[in-house]
């Protein structure tokens, strides 16, 4: 007699009998072809950002005039810009700091933005009020534009940038985390935390908090990606990196007048920039797939 074929939700089940979930969550991820080619692609620009001195055969901010807008050779890789620069050098570099930029401004606003959420979903009431009008009040202004106000009114520089994109980005996990939160908090395990007489502060981060995680590193994946545009486009426009400093953005920028002439000045820059969003967008649907709680029901 043919044993039947168990379905794939009672065989997801087993395994976790035997298996945690986050070894499942790995699994699944593993087995996302998109999410692996996106890491695979986010580890070669971190790689290549990090040992960024010892690929680097220029120092990035050198000038060179008798390199002048060379194009890509086996001696300049990427070319040379206006100033003769190397821009193999400048874009290896510049990796350092977007990326530097878009993990710092997305780790501040998920510290904060999670932080307002756990608050106002658990509380409610005024609490909670006051706190959601204040992140309304804040997503009146699209993120770019309220990023630029902020930059103008600290003034130039990528510390002020990390600031801006950091505070732009708040509403998103303040409102992610609190409808997880309001949703947690009628759950048996928080209710049995309060039957026992914990305390709010420990309910919050020893219960609540770890069980909504999984939404929270899916969006702070995402918004690297989104970080690093917005940067970029900061520095693109005067407010971000200060010349000579290579970054993306300024690079762009400073291409920009000779695009016909040397496209290598911006076609690098804007292919790190589109490899680094591609991969973390691919990452992050592969992050989402494998923790949603429903692939293990």
Known sequence: MTKPVPSGRSTVREAASGRSLTMLALSQLSRNKGAMLGLLMFIVVLLS????????????VSI?????????TWKHLF?????????????????????RVGFLSVGVAALIGSLLGLIAGYLG???????MRFI????AFPGVLLALGI??????GMDNVIIAVGISAIPGYARLVRGCTLSAREELYVLAARSVGCRHRRILFRHVLPNILGPIIVL??????????????????GLGAQPPTPEWGAMLSVGRGLLREAPWQTVFPGLMIMMTVLSMNLLG????????????G
């Open 136 to 139: 309304d009040m804040l997503m």
């Open 220 to 237: 702070s994946t995402v918004d690297v990606a989104w970080a690093i545009l917005n940067a970029a486009s900061l520095s693109f426009l």
């Open 125 to 131: 009431g005024l609490i909670d009020g006051a706190i």
């Open 49 to 60: 950002a990090v040992f960024a001195k010892q690929l680097a055969r220029y120092d990035p």
């Open 151 to 156: 930059v103008a009114l600290l003034g130039r």
């Open 64 to 72: 060179r005039p008798q390199d002048y807008l060379q194009p890509p």
């Open 285 to 296: 649907d592969g992050l989402r797939d494998a923790l949603d709680p429903r692939v293990y």
């Open 79 to 99: 070319g040379t810009d206006s100033f003769g620069r190397d821009v193999f050098s400048r874009t290896l570099y510049g990796g350092r700091i977007s990326l």
